[in-house]
């Protein structure tokens, strides 16, 4: 348990639920105090970015939720999910080196997915504002939990053995608290950047970015300190998105989509 006001200091542990961000949503409406971990064994309405769904397989992976209430100005709210990307990456990095971040924040290794953020903005209530922050992991899933056109991967079938869940949980929590607090104290700009430029997985690539109403297409140059992402595209103007989907190009087309 970590210490009051910090990222953990309050668990509910529950055994199934429909989605752990919707349930701390509902804690949060009701009061819940910033740092309340939410996790579940399993969920049976597990929600994605884009209004995608986030199946796993129950007991095998990890999905939680922060109940943070951040004392931010708005517009730097966005990019607690680009701090939860490289911390995850880093914390995950420990154990598989090759972890990559794919900008905004999804956390791949080889070729797939190991794991997902969805930050989403709680009703206010009396406490006020929230942030819920989901993240989903694939611990220990086998290949055969996972449709085949589904790109997703595990930290087990990368490494080749079992993940103690707990242990995991508890180091991932213990690291966005960390990186947390270092984003409240500088902002992106600095260390955090720089962790997220040197496990970029996008950088150096051809992307097809799709964000809203606005596309591109074009070679990716890097991250700014806003946590855009920098594509010069195939006209030479260099395009910057705050937000959107990216999938990597190869010469025949799309390689890497961006679902689970
Ligand atoms: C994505 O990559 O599309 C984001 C996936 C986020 C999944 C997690 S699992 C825990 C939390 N509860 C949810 O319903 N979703 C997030």
Excluded: Y
Excluded at 24 to 46: I, N, P, S, W
Excluded at 81 to 94: E, F, H, K, M, N
């Amino acid at each position: 348990m970590a210490p009051p006001g910090r990222p953990g200091c309050r668990v509910v542990h529950l055994e199934r639920v429909d989605s752990t961000n919707r349930h701390a949503a509902r804690l949060a409406a009701a009061g819940a105090e910033h740092g309340t971990l939410v996790v579940a064994d399993e969920q049976f309405a597990g929600r994605g970015r884009r209004g995608r769904e986030w199946s796993s397989p129950p007991g095998r992976n990890l999905a939680f939720s922060l109940i943070l209430r951040p004392a931010l100005p708005d517009d730097r709210v966005p990019l607690l999910a680009l701090v939860a990307g490289i911390s995850l990456a880093d914390t995950i990095g420990r154990r598989l080196p090759e972890v990559r971040v794919k900008w905004p924040n999804d956390v791949w290794c080889r070729g797939g997915k190991l794991a997902g953020i969805l930050c989403e903005a709680g009703a206010p209530g009396p406490a006020g504002r929230a942030v819920i922050m989901g993240i989903g992991v694939n611990v220990n899933s086998r290949a055969e939990d996972f449709a085949p056109e589904i790109p997703a991967v595990s930290m087990a079938r990368l490494a080749g053995r079992q993940f103690d869940l707990p242990l995991v949980l508890r180091h991932l929590v213990e690291g966005l608290d960390r990186d947390l607090e270092i984003f409240s104290a500088e902002g992106f700009g600095g260390r955090l950047l720089e962790r997220f430029r040197h496990r970029c997985l996008l950088t150096g690539k051809r992307v097809a970015i799709e964000a809203g109403d606005r596309t591109g297409a074009g070679m990716v140059v890097g991250v700014d300190a806003g946590g855009r992402l920098l594509l010069d595209d195939d006209f030479g103007c260099r395009r910057f998105f705050a937000a959107g989907e990216a999938s990597i190009l190869s010469h025949g087309g799309c390689i890497s989509a961006a679902g689970r």
